[in-house]
Protein backbone atom coordinates (compact mmCIF):
# COMPACT_ATOMS: atom_id res chain seq x y z
CA UNK A 1 0.00 0.00 0.00
CA UNK A 2 2.91 2.85 1.31
CA UNK A 3 5.09 1.30 -2.03
CA UNK A 4 1.65 2.34 -4.58
CA UNK A 5 1.26 5.67 -2.72
CA UNK A 6 5.55 6.52 -3.10
CA UNK A 7 5.19 6.05 -7.19
CA UNK A 8 1.80 7.31 -7.36
CA UNK A 9 3.17 10.83 -5.88
CA UNK A 10 5.94 10.27 -8.43
CA UNK A 11 3.18 10.12 -11.08
CA UNK A 12 1.70 12.86 -10.04
CA UNK A 13 4.86 14.66 -10.21
CA UNK A 14 5.10 14.31 -13.50
CA UNK A 15 2.13 15.10 -14.61
CA UNK A 16 2.44 18.36 -13.50
CA UNK A 17 5.04 19.20 -15.81
CA UNK A 18 2.19 19.36 -18.56
CA UNK A 19 0.55 22.41 -17.41
CA UNK A 20 -0.38 24.85 -19.62
CA UNK A 21 0.28 22.29 -22.54
CA UNK A 22 -2.18 19.48 -22.57
CA UNK A 23 -5.96 21.12 -22.23
CA UNK A 24 -8.42 20.34 -23.34
CA UNK A 25 -6.98 16.91 -22.25
CA UNK A 26 -6.17 16.14 -18.91
CA UNK A 27 -2.44 16.04 -16.57
CA UNK A 28 -1.18 12.69 -16.72
CA UNK A 29 2.24 11.05 -15.26
CA UNK A 30 3.12 7.34 -15.56
CA UNK A 31 5.26 5.59 -13.99
CA UNK A 32 6.70 2.09 -14.74
CA UNK A 33 7.82 -0.60 -11.92
CA UNK A 34 9.77 -3.80 -11.90
CA UNK A 35 10.70 -5.48 -8.91
CA UNK A 36 10.69 -2.35 -7.10
CA UNK A 37 12.75 -0.12 -9.03
CA UNK A 38 11.35 2.58 -11.73
CA UNK A 39 12.35 1.01 -15.56
CA UNK A 40 10.48 3.87 -17.21
CA UNK A 41 8.64 7.00 -17.07
CA UNK A 42 6.50 9.70 -18.77
CA UNK A 43 4.13 12.64 -19.22
CA UNK A 44 1.66 13.92 -21.46
CA UNK A 45 3.54 16.91 -22.65
CA UNK A 46 0.87 18.70 -25.35
CA UNK A 47 -2.59 18.42 -26.69
CA UNK A 48 -1.91 15.64 -29.30
CA UNK A 49 1.43 14.13 -28.42
CA UNK A 50 1.85 10.73 -26.82
CA UNK A 51 -0.10 10.04 -23.62
CA UNK A 52 1.89 9.58 -20.13
CA UNK A 53 1.17 5.50 -20.22
CA UNK A 54 2.29 5.15 -23.86
CA UNK A 55 5.50 7.56 -23.62
CA UNK A 56 6.60 5.24 -20.81
CA UNK A 57 6.12 1.64 -22.58
CA UNK A 58 7.89 2.78 -25.53
CA UNK A 59 10.62 4.14 -23.44
CA UNK A 60 10.43 0.54 -21.56
CA UNK A 61 10.58 -1.48 -24.40
CA UNK A 62 10.58 -5.32 -24.21
CA UNK A 63 10.98 -4.36 -20.08
CA UNK A 64 7.70 -3.62 -19.31
CA UNK A 65 6.35 -6.90 -19.21
CA UNK A 66 5.96 -8.24 -15.84
CA UNK A 67 5.42 -4.19 -14.40
CA UNK A 68 3.29 -2.27 -12.45
CA UNK A 69 2.34 1.06 -14.21
CA UNK A 70 1.13 3.99 -12.34
CA UNK A 71 -0.83 6.51 -13.95
CA UNK A 72 -2.65 9.89 -11.99
CA UNK A 73 -5.56 8.73 -13.65
CA UNK A 74 -7.22 6.01 -15.84
CA UNK A 75 -6.14 4.79 -18.75
CA UNK A 76 -8.01 5.26 -21.95
CA UNK A 77 -10.01 2.83 -23.97
CA UNK A 78 -10.77 4.95 -27.21
CA UNK A 79 -9.58 6.24 -30.29
CA UNK A 80 -8.34 10.41 -30.03
CA UNK A 81 -6.11 11.74 -31.58
CA UNK A 82 -3.73 9.01 -30.23
CA UNK A 83 -4.67 5.29 -30.01
CA UNK A 84 -6.41 3.60 -27.10
CA UNK A 85 -3.78 3.08 -23.86
CA UNK A 86 -5.46 0.40 -22.81
CA UNK A 87 -4.05 -1.48 -26.31
CA UNK A 88 -0.59 -0.25 -25.45
CA UNK A 89 -0.46 -1.60 -21.46
CA UNK A 90 -2.12 -4.87 -23.04
CA UNK A 91 0.06 -5.43 -25.35
CA UNK A 92 3.18 -4.69 -23.38
CA UNK A 93 2.25 -7.62 -20.87
CA UNK A 94 1.92 -5.26 -18.01
CA UNK A 95 0.64 -7.10 -15.06
CA UNK A 96 -1.09 -4.58 -12.64
CA UNK A 97 -2.21 -1.49 -12.90
CA UNK A 98 -2.41 1.17 -9.74
CA UNK A 99 -4.63 4.44 -11.11
CA UNK A 100 -5.14 7.73 -8.84
CA UNK A 101 -9.09 7.87 -10.03
CA UNK A 102 -11.01 6.92 -12.69
CA UNK A 103 -11.32 9.24 -15.76
CA UNK A 104 -14.05 11.80 -15.90
CA UNK A 105 -14.63 11.67 -19.45
CA UNK A 106 -18.02 10.05 -20.33
CA UNK A 107 -16.45 8.70 -23.25
CA UNK A 108 -14.29 6.39 -21.10
CA UNK A 109 -15.13 6.43 -17.23
CA UNK A 110 -14.72 3.18 -16.01
CA UNK A 111 -14.24 0.99 -19.21
CA UNK A 112 -10.71 1.44 -19.22
CA UNK A 113 -10.47 -0.26 -16.06
CA UNK A 114 -12.70 -3.10 -17.37
CA UNK A 115 -10.75 -3.37 -20.68
CA UNK A 116 -7.61 -4.18 -18.56
CA UNK A 117 -9.21 -6.68 -15.78
CA UNK A 118 -10.84 -8.52 -19.05
CA UNK A 119 -7.75 -9.16 -19.98
CA UNK A 120 -6.45 -10.46 -16.65
CA UNK A 121 -4.17 -7.18 -15.89
CA UNK A 122 -4.94 -6.66 -11.69
CA UNK A 123 -6.17 -3.32 -11.39
CA UNK A 124 -6.08 -1.00 -8.40
CA UNK A 125 -7.84 2.69 -8.61
CA UNK A 126 -7.93 5.35 -5.77
CA UNK A 127 -4.80 5.50 -4.79
CA UNK A 128 -3.99 9.51 -3.72
CA UNK A 129 -7.76 9.97 -5.12
CA UNK A 130 -7.95 13.57 -3.37
CA UNK A 131 -4.43 14.20 -4.70
CA UNK A 132 -5.31 12.99 -8.15
CA UNK A 133 -8.52 15.38 -8.16
CA UNK A 134 -6.99 18.01 -7.62
CA UNK A 135 -4.37 18.31 -9.93
CA UNK A 136 -7.36 17.41 -12.28
CA UNK A 137 -9.87 19.69 -11.23
CA UNK A 138 -10.09 21.40 -14.16
CA UNK A 139 -10.45 19.11 -16.67
CA UNK A 140 -13.19 17.13 -14.08
CA UNK A 141 -15.48 20.53 -14.57
CA UNK A 142 -14.80 20.63 -18.20
CA UNK A 143 -15.87 17.01 -18.11
CA UNK A 144 -18.43 17.16 -16.03
CA UNK A 145 -20.36 20.21 -16.43
CA UNK A 146 -19.54 20.92 -20.01
CA UNK A 147 -18.50 24.20 -18.94
CA UNK A 148 -14.50 25.70 -18.19
CA UNK A 149 -13.44 25.84 -15.10
CA UNK A 150 -13.19 29.59 -13.80
CA UNK A 151 -10.66 31.01 -11.44
CA UNK A 152 -11.88 34.74 -10.61
CA UNK A 153 -8.37 36.81 -9.57
CA UNK A 154 -8.09 40.29 -8.02
CA UNK A 155 -4.91 42.66 -6.85
CA UNK A 156 -7.12 44.88 -4.09
CA UNK A 157 -5.62 46.91 -1.53
CA UNK A 158 -6.14 45.89 2.76
CA UNK A 159 -9.68 47.76 2.06
CA UNK A 160 -10.80 46.02 -0.42
CA UNK A 161 -10.20 48.52 -4.12
CA UNK A 162 -8.86 47.75 -7.29
CA UNK A 163 -8.57 51.50 -8.60
CA UNK A 164 -8.96 55.27 -7.28
CA UNK A 165 -11.51 57.67 -7.45
CA UNK A 166 -9.74 58.38 -10.80
CA UNK A 167 -9.39 55.13 -12.05
CA UNK A 168 -5.35 54.52 -11.38
CA UNK A 169 -4.88 51.30 -10.77
CA UNK A 170 -0.81 50.35 -11.55
CA UNK A 171 0.12 49.21 -9.57
CA UNK A 172 -1.73 47.50 -6.62
CA UNK A 173 0.07 44.61 -6.51
CA UNK A 174 4.00 44.38 -6.18
CA UNK A 175 6.49 42.74 -9.32
CA UNK A 176 6.69 39.14 -7.64
CA UNK A 177 2.72 38.86 -7.32
CA UNK A 178 2.82 39.92 -10.79
CA UNK A 179 5.31 37.54 -11.62
CA UNK A 180 2.48 34.90 -10.33
CA UNK A 181 -0.02 36.17 -12.05
CA UNK A 182 1.64 35.87 -15.78
CA UNK A 183 3.21 32.23 -14.53
CA UNK A 184 -0.80 32.00 -13.99
CA UNK A 185 -1.94 32.69 -17.44
CA UNK A 186 0.45 30.83 -19.48
CA UNK A 187 -1.52 27.81 -17.86
CA UNK A 188 -4.99 28.88 -18.94
CA UNK A 189 -7.03 28.52 -21.68
CA UNK A 190 -8.26 32.26 -21.43
CA UNK A 191 -8.74 35.03 -19.63
CA UNK A 192 -11.95 37.25 -19.33
CA UNK A 193 -12.35 40.83 -18.85
CA UNK A 194 -15.03 43.18 -18.66
CA UNK A 195 -15.44 46.09 -21.37
CA UNK A 196 -14.68 48.93 -18.11
CA UNK A 197 -11.45 47.41 -17.56
CA UNK A 198 -10.99 46.91 -20.95
CA UNK A 199 -11.43 50.54 -21.67
CA UNK A 200 -10.01 52.13 -18.78
CA UNK A 201 -6.84 49.97 -18.29
CA UNK A 202 -6.31 48.88 -22.11
CA UNK A 203 -4.46 45.61 -21.62
CA UNK A 204 -2.53 43.50 -23.44
CA UNK A 205 -3.56 40.60 -21.24
CA UNK A 206 -0.84 38.32 -22.21
CA UNK A 207 1.52 35.92 -20.61
CA UNK A 208 4.82 37.86 -20.23
CA UNK A 209 7.00 35.35 -19.27
CA UNK A 210 10.03 33.48 -20.22
CA UNK A 211 9.94 30.28 -22.06
CA UNK A 212 5.36 30.72 -22.63
CA UNK A 213 4.82 28.93 -25.73
CA UNK A 214 1.15 29.37 -26.51
CA UNK A 215 -0.95 32.76 -25.32
CA UNK A 216 -4.44 32.58 -23.65
CA UNK A 217 -7.23 33.21 -25.84
CA UNK A 218 -8.45 36.93 -24.65
CA UNK A 219 -12.37 37.71 -24.04
CA UNK A 220 -13.91 40.56 -23.56
CA UNK A 221 -17.39 40.84 -22.15
CA UNK A 222 -19.05 44.00 -24.05
CA UNK A 223 -22.53 44.32 -24.49
CA UNK A 224 -22.62 47.66 -26.31
CA UNK A 225 -19.04 47.26 -27.90
CA UNK A 226 -17.21 50.11 -26.15
CA UNK A 227 -14.02 48.79 -26.99
CA UNK A 228 -11.88 50.78 -29.46
CA UNK A 229 -10.57 49.59 -32.41
CA UNK A 230 -7.25 51.02 -31.17
CA UNK A 231 -6.43 49.29 -28.64
CA UNK A 232 -3.57 47.30 -27.02
CA UNK A 233 -6.18 44.09 -27.28
CA UNK A 234 -7.59 44.87 -30.78
CA UNK A 235 -3.98 46.03 -32.35
CA UNK A 236 -2.58 42.33 -31.02
CA UNK A 237 -5.10 39.95 -32.05
CA UNK A 238 -2.76 38.48 -34.73
CA UNK A 239 -0.30 37.02 -31.72
CA UNK A 240 -3.72 35.58 -29.92
CA UNK A 241 -7.22 35.04 -30.45
CA UNK A 242 -9.56 37.94 -29.11
CA UNK A 243 -13.13 37.09 -28.19
CA UNK A 244 -15.54 39.70 -27.72
CA UNK A 245 -18.70 38.98 -26.36
CA UNK A 246 -21.69 41.05 -27.31
CA UNK A 247 -25.62 40.88 -27.34
CA UNK A 248 -28.42 41.63 -29.83
CA UNK A 249 -27.85 45.41 -29.30
CA UNK A 250 -24.52 45.97 -30.56
CA UNK A 251 -23.87 48.82 -33.33
CA UNK A 252 -23.37 46.60 -36.15
CA UNK A 253 -20.64 49.03 -37.48
CA UNK A 254 -18.46 48.90 -35.03
CA UNK A 255 -19.02 44.84 -35.13
CA UNK A 256 -17.98 44.77 -38.83
CA UNK A 257 -15.19 47.17 -37.71
CA UNK A 258 -13.80 44.55 -35.54
CA UNK A 259 -14.19 41.77 -37.38
CA UNK A 260 -12.44 43.38 -39.81
CA UNK A 261 -9.35 43.55 -37.97
CA UNK A 262 -9.85 39.67 -37.24
CA UNK A 263 -12.01 39.91 -33.81
CA UNK A 264 -14.56 36.87 -33.06
CA UNK A 265 -17.38 39.42 -32.28
CA UNK A 266 -19.93 36.58 -30.97
CA UNK A 267 -23.56 37.99 -30.03
CA UNK A 268 -25.43 36.18 -27.21
CA UNK A 269 -28.17 36.31 -25.42
CA UNK A 270 -28.79 39.05 -22.68
CA UNK A 271 -29.43 38.94 -19.08
CA UNK A 272 -29.98 41.67 -17.13
CA UNK A 273 -28.57 44.31 -19.60
CA UNK A 274 -25.44 42.26 -19.99
CA UNK A 275 -24.02 38.59 -21.71
CA UNK A 276 -25.40 35.61 -20.45
CA UNK A 277 -22.60 33.94 -18.93
CA UNK A 278 -23.71 30.58 -18.77
CA UNK A 279 -24.08 30.72 -22.96
CA UNK A 280 -20.97 32.48 -22.47
CA UNK A 281 -19.42 29.46 -20.73
CA UNK A 282 -21.32 26.44 -23.03
CA UNK A 283 -19.75 28.63 -26.03
CA UNK A 284 -16.36 28.19 -25.04
CA UNK A 285 -16.55 24.76 -23.90
CA UNK A 286 -17.51 24.11 -27.36
CA UNK A 287 -14.63 25.41 -28.82
CA UNK A 288 -12.52 23.75 -26.11
CA UNK A 289 -11.49 25.87 -23.74
CA UNK A 290 -11.84 24.10 -20.49
CA UNK A 291 -10.40 26.71 -18.16
CA UNK A 292 -10.88 30.35 -17.57
CA UNK A 293 -8.85 33.01 -16.00
CA UNK A 294 -11.71 36.51 -15.41
CA UNK A 295 -9.24 39.16 -14.63
CA UNK A 296 -11.98 41.75 -13.47
CA UNK A 297 -13.49 44.46 -13.27
CA UNK A 298 -15.97 44.59 -10.58
CA UNK A 299 -18.89 44.24 -12.23
CA UNK A 300 -17.81 41.12 -14.26
CA UNK A 301 -16.53 39.61 -11.03
CA UNK A 302 -19.87 40.18 -9.30
CA UNK A 303 -21.59 38.33 -12.09
CA UNK A 304 -19.56 35.27 -11.85
CA UNK A 305 -20.07 35.14 -8.34
CA UNK A 306 -23.78 36.38 -8.12
CA UNK A 307 -24.62 33.65 -11.20
CA UNK A 308 -22.65 30.74 -9.15
CA UNK A 309 -20.27 30.18 -11.92
CA UNK A 310 -16.82 31.11 -9.90
CA UNK A 311 -14.98 27.67 -9.07
CA UNK A 312 -12.08 29.41 -7.15
CA UNK A 313 -10.44 33.05 -6.31
CA UNK A 314 -7.37 34.09 -6.03
CA UNK A 315 -7.38 37.17 -3.43
CA UNK A 316 -4.17 39.52 -3.56
CA UNK A 317 -4.28 41.86 -0.78
CA UNK A 318 -1.67 44.52 -1.06
CA UNK A 319 -0.32 46.47 2.51
CA UNK A 320 -1.95 49.95 0.86
CA UNK A 321 -5.35 51.73 1.79
CA UNK A 322 -6.55 53.48 -0.93
CA UNK A 323 -9.72 54.80 1.00
CA UNK A 324 -12.72 57.00 -0.87
CA UNK A 325 -16.33 55.50 -1.68
CA UNK A 326 -16.13 56.40 -5.28
CA UNK A 327 -12.70 54.50 -5.37
CA UNK A 328 -13.55 51.29 -7.22
CA UNK A 329 -14.17 47.95 -5.42
CA UNK A 330 -12.77 44.64 -6.21
CA UNK A 331 -16.73 43.37 -6.49
CA UNK A 332 -19.32 45.71 -7.49
CA UNK A 333 -22.60 44.28 -8.41
CA UNK A 334 -25.84 44.70 -5.90
CA UNK A 335 -23.87 42.67 -3.37
CA UNK A 336 -25.85 41.00 -0.28
CA UNK A 337 -28.08 41.91 1.75
CA UNK A 338 -27.51 39.54 4.56
CA UNK A 339 -23.64 38.55 6.15
CA UNK A 340 -24.81 35.39 6.15
CA UNK A 341 -25.89 34.76 2.32
CA UNK A 342 -21.86 36.01 1.37
CA UNK A 343 -20.09 33.98 -1.24
CA UNK A 344 -17.87 31.69 1.02
CA UNK A 345 -14.22 30.40 0.37
CA UNK A 346 -13.57 27.19 1.67
CA UNK A 347 -9.61 25.29 1.37
CA UNK A 348 -8.09 28.43 1.94
CA UNK A 349 -4.82 28.66 1.55
CA UNK A 350 -2.18 31.80 2.33
CA UNK A 351 0.61 32.65 0.48
CA UNK A 352 3.46 35.46 0.90
CA UNK A 353 5.02 37.52 -2.50
CA UNK A 354 6.88 39.12 -0.29
CA UNK A 355 4.74 42.34 1.21
CA UNK A 356 1.63 41.27 -0.76
CA UNK A 357 -0.53 38.39 0.63
CA UNK A 358 -2.06 35.66 -1.63
CA UNK A 359 -5.73 34.25 -0.18
CA UNK A 360 -6.92 31.42 -2.34
CA UNK A 361 -9.81 29.08 -2.05
CA UNK A 362 -12.51 27.61 -3.53
CA UNK A 363 -16.07 28.96 -3.55
CA UNK A 364 -18.24 27.12 -1.18
CA UNK A 365 -20.69 25.08 -3.14
CA UNK A 366 -19.27 24.91 -6.86
CA UNK A 367 -16.52 22.10 -5.84
Given amino acids: MYRDQYFMKMALRLAEKGKGRTSPNPLVGAVLVKDGKVISSGYHKRFGSPHAEAAAIKKAGKRAEGSTLYVNLEP????????????????SGIKR???????PNPINDGKGLRELRRNNIRVRCGVLKAEARRLNKRFEKFMREKRPYVTVKVAQSIDGKIATFSGDSKWISNAASRRFVHKLRAEVDAILIGSNTAVKDNPLLTARRPGSRKQPVRIVLDSRLKISVKSRLIKSSRSSKVIVATTRRHPAKKAAQLRRKGIDVTVFTEKNGMVDLRELLRYLAGIGISN????????????????????????????????GRDSITSVEGNGRRLVNN??????????????????????????
Fill in 76 to 91: CNHFGKTPPCTKSIIE
Fill in 97 to 103: VVAGMQD
Fill in 292 to 323: LLVEGGGNAIASFLDNGLADEMLVFVSPRIIG
Fill in 342 to 367: AVRLENITIKRFREDILIKGHVHGNN
